[in-house]
């Protein structure tokens, strides 16, 4: 499963190629393993990675991400979606954003935009979430992106309590410039290695 999903990415490597991340003072250089992607996280933010069966789950949050966290960032990087769902991948998407759309107080809606080899669509709302003190109100950002031409979807969320956006949003405003996938990434998949 894993070489078909590397395969997959091996075109991907050129939009990696061409991208370079700022890295702001009082940010550090974050590796998104396995794929060799890039980020630049709060140097005190805590760092957290998983695999699925279709993709990856990356984690970025002020404290532990392996626990409940209030304030944090996290990419779902979702290969083969509509070879999976057997539907086009803008119908995932839709679908998706529009479940968001009934969970809460939507304040900002984005159309879709031409993103290279990606297109994207966002949702920013407000939602109350349980959490293991009680229910809470967060302020969410949703960023779906979904391939041209490749069988990929990838979903951004950043969220914070409502009373902590203003302070968390100049660090998620620096994360969502990343690098999903390196160069180094799609080589393997090329060479054989894992």
């Given at each position: 499963?894993?070489?078909?999903i590397?395969?997959?990415?091996i075109?991907?490597?050129?939009i990696a190629?061409?991208q370079?991340i ?7 250089l ?5 794929t ?23 984690i ?7 626990k409940?966290?209030d304030?944090?960032?996290r ?6 979606v509509?070879s999976?769902t057997?539907r086009?991948?803008?119908d ?10 009934t969970?809460g ?7 879709q935009?031409?993103?290279?080899d990606?297109?994207?669509?966002c949702?920013?709302?407000i ?5 293991p003190?009680g ?8 960023s ?23 302070t968390a ?7 969502r410039?990343?690098?999903i ?9 090329t060479?054989?290695?894992?």
């Amino acid at each position: 499963m894993w070489r078909i999903i590397i395969a997959a990415l091996i075109f991907v490597a050129p939009i990696a190629q061409a991208q370079t991340i700022h890295v702001p003072e009082g940010y550090v250089l974050q590796e998104l393993r396995p794929t060799g992607g890039q980020i630049a996280k709060p140097a005190n933010w805590q760092y957290h990675d998983f695999a699925g069966s279709n993709g990856w789950t990356w984690i970025i949050a002020a404290s532990d991400p392996t626990k409940w966290y209030d304030i944090g960032w996290r990419t779902q990087l979702l290969i083969g979606v509509e070879s999976g769902t057997k539907r086009p991948r803008a119908d995932f998407v839709r679908n998706f954003i529009n479940q968001k759309r009934t969970t809460g107080q939507v304040l900002r809606d984005c159309p879709q935009s031409d993103q290279g080899d990606f297109f994207l669509i966002c949702l920013e709302t407000i939602e109350t979430l349980k959490t293991p003190s009680g229910e809470r109100r967060f302020h969410i950002l949703y960023s779906v992106f979904w391939g041209k031409q490749m069988d990929m979807v990838y979903v951004t969320t950043s969220g914070a309590p409502e009373e902590d956006w203003e302070t968390a949003r100049p660090a998620f405003e620096v994360m969502r410039n990343f690098i999903i996938i390196g160069a180094d990434f799609a080589n393997k998949g090329t060479s054989g290695k894992q």
